[in-house]
């Protein structure tokens, strides 16, 4: 079998399937409406289609076990023996025990969930201890490579790196057991080798974020030790999402073979490769295609830097930056969208198309490269709104004082201490569903579609106010995603058919495309929160998404700066803040999760960023009186990283994650002297196990240590919508509860 890596790679590709076939078969799984034979027959599809289609593609060097029916790092956690006492003492079986690890069972709450790194996909956090008994697992790499081998593809193994895998875990001290995890590293490459793997990629995009001498210092002792293995594969290590800074000379000094630098998001790495001198021996594999966003390749410019690296390396490839994970599945069944837009997309299909392409073209010449695009259209741009934020100024990202705010809602709304709310959405059943694709098709009408819309705000609203809730939502059936939704709506984004990205376990969003200057023509959601303000008493929130969310949820244009994309979409959601109030809405919550999301991963650029994404929110949010309460929300993020961000957002109302983290963001809270309202979450929606009583009120004893009564919420972990009604009616009733019980203590 040849050793040599090959021209061209992918460091992954989508395992959702090109029709969501691993959502519907996982989710039928969970239903009890299929067996795990049926499940894993879909997921033997699934990856031989993906492996069929990098070989046709001519890709040289193809990846395997990339595909996971959850996570990738609870995949890597399995492999490596990283299963908790709490979840091995079930009796369940291999396949149940990883579904219980990530969404949870009665008798124990799930992993905590958080983002991988700058994206929106979400991994599970494995829980790393002392008694951790660590123990090889190839099981799955070796079925999923003996799988490809039996088609005639012969793949290349991934598995998140042992350094990225302690960094990302929760325990005392990361590298504790560094020496434990390496040991069972080796004994995993042993078997691949065994079976005879050629080569295996250790992913490690934990250094490209800061870190201490002493964790690159883990980096090059954990290399080290697998180099010097006698019985293995050849070593890929594969870094993206920025610069590798000090860790790149760390790296280049073990004995590994090949190292993979993103060169789209750090092109600080080709300076710092150059620094390093000639490489003998080491293959430098090339992340020249963007794997995190759909724009086609400037494919000249590529074949530049490219040739930079060839002429430091003995040896080198062409790759993606990133995996293809975070991108849709394939262009060419998108069948409406602008010619002049479509021709400047690339998804995951077209961008191995790219890869390989730039393989040839820095072998054989760039004469059969495409000629470069035109510019943009003029159609794109939209004077009116440069003009208005040009005219901006200090006040218009400024409201009045905190105090006199709250005295002044407090007497507008009359709530209760511990006042009880949901996040905005309710359960999107099947009908609502149905519903919206009927009209979209056009076989249900407006007047129909309305009735149908109204007929299930009503049900929610009547819910609610059984259920004894104090600040009510209208439960968002209209709404097909927090931001495709939006995006629908306003000029200057386009929607995809097909364009779905995994974003945690089954659920899949479809990212709107930002590419011109973004106007709102006309309300967006006035409509349908009014509507629900009319059916009660109580407040209803309006609610809206965020515009560093809305960025970070939309494949983004990237011919200007984010934060003037940042404020064109913030004056749009200025204008529909206005247009709540003046129908009554006394309450607004614009929804923010992603502000963590989009930190930047070295910490000289938290400033620059955090600067534009706090300013367009308080531009957002700002037009309104004093008296209208302004909420926010934040969910499965390290909220510390940007704790002074949150509290400069000047939110009246912050709900924040924190049930699988057990309230862990109080301690930051009170750390910075936080002092407007907080509604730390006291029921894990992502999980299907509804909580009991005592957990609720004990989660809410622990926040009320913390914050005062006067400023707390209770509210579940985030939106509801992923839920079904029975979990809901049952887990509300006991948040409802809980808060009576405390609010009485």
Known sequence: MSTAFGQSTVLGYPRIGANRELKKAV???????????????????????????????????????????????????????????????????????????????????????????ATNYH?????????????????????????????????????????????????????ARLDDLVDTYVGILASLAEAGVAWVQLDEPGYVADRSPAEIDALRRAYTRLGEATHRPRIFVATYFGDLGDALP?????????????????????????????????????????????????????????????????HFAVSTSCSLLHVPVDLSVETRLDARLYERLAFARQKVDEVVLLGRALRDGTAHLPAPLPPAPAAWRNDDVRARLAALGPADRQRGGYGERAARQQERLRLPELPTTTIGSFPQTGELRRARAAHRAGTLDDAGYTARMRAEVEHVVRLQEQLGLD?????????????????????????????????YGSRCVRPPVIYGDVARPAPMTVEWSSYAQSLTGKPVKGMLTGPVTILAWSFVRDDQPLADTADQVALAL????????????????????????????????????????VGAFRLATAGVADDTQI??????????????????????????????????????????????????GVWDIHSPRVPSLDEVVEALRRAVAAVPARRLWVNPDCGLKTRAYPEVEASLRRLVAAAAEVRNR
Not at 62 to 71: A, E, K, L, Q, V
Not at 472 to 501: I, S
Request: hydrophobic share 45%.
């Open 471 to 503: 600040v009510l939502v209208h439960g968002e059936p209209e709404r097909n995603d927090m931001v495709q939704y939006f995006g629908e709506q306003l000029d200057g984004f386009a929607a995809t058919e097909h364009g779905w990205v995994q974003s």
């Open 27 to 117: 989710e039928a799984y969970w239903a009890g409406a299929i067996d795990a034979t049926v499940l894993e027959r879909t997921g033997a599809t699934l990856r031989a289609e993906v492996w069929r289609t990098l070989r046709n593609a001519r890709l040289d060097a193809i990846p395997s076990n990339t595909f996971s029916y959850y996570d990738h790092m609870l995949d890597t956690a399995v492999a490596v023996g990283a299963i908790p006492h709490r979840f091995a003492r079930l009796g369940l079986s291999e396949l149940d025990t990883y579904f219980a690890m990530a969404r949870g069972v009665d008798a124990e709450p799930a992993l905590e969930l958080t983002k991988w790194f």
């Open 574 to 613: 200025r204008d529909e803040c206005r247009d709540l109030e003046a129908a009554g809405i006394r309450v607004i919550q614009v929804d923010e999760p992603a502000l963590r999301e989009t930190l930047p991963l070295r910490a000289a650029d938290h400033p620059a960023y955090l600067d534009w994404a």
């Open 631 to 680: 909420h926010t929300h934040l969910c499965y993020s390290e909220f510390g990283d940007v704790i002074n961000a949150i509290d400069a957002l000047d939110a009246d109302v912050t709900s924040i994650e924190a049930s699988r983290s057990k309230m862990e963001v109080l301690d930051d809270l009170a750390a910075i002297g936080y002092r407007r309202g907080v509604g730390p």
């Open 123 to 175: 991994y599970l956090v494995p829980e790393i201890g002392p008694d951790t008994v660590f123990a090889p697992n190839p099981a799955k790499a070796l079925r999923e490579y003996g799988e490809a081998r039996d088609l005639g593809v012969t793949t290349r193994p991934v598995l998140v790196g042992p350094a990225t895998f302690l960094l990302l875990a929760k325990g005392d001290e990361p590298f």
């Open 250 to 314: 760390a790296l280049l000094a073990t004995p590994v073979e090949a190292i993979g630098l993103d060169l789209v998001a750090g092109p600080g790495n080709l300076e710092r490769l150059a620094a390093a001198g000639p490489l003998r021996g080491t293959t430098v594999v090339a992340g020249l295609v963007d794997g995190h966003n759909i724009w086609r390749t400037d494919l000249r410019a590529a074949v530049t830097a490219g040739a930079t690296v060839a002429g430091l390396a003995d």
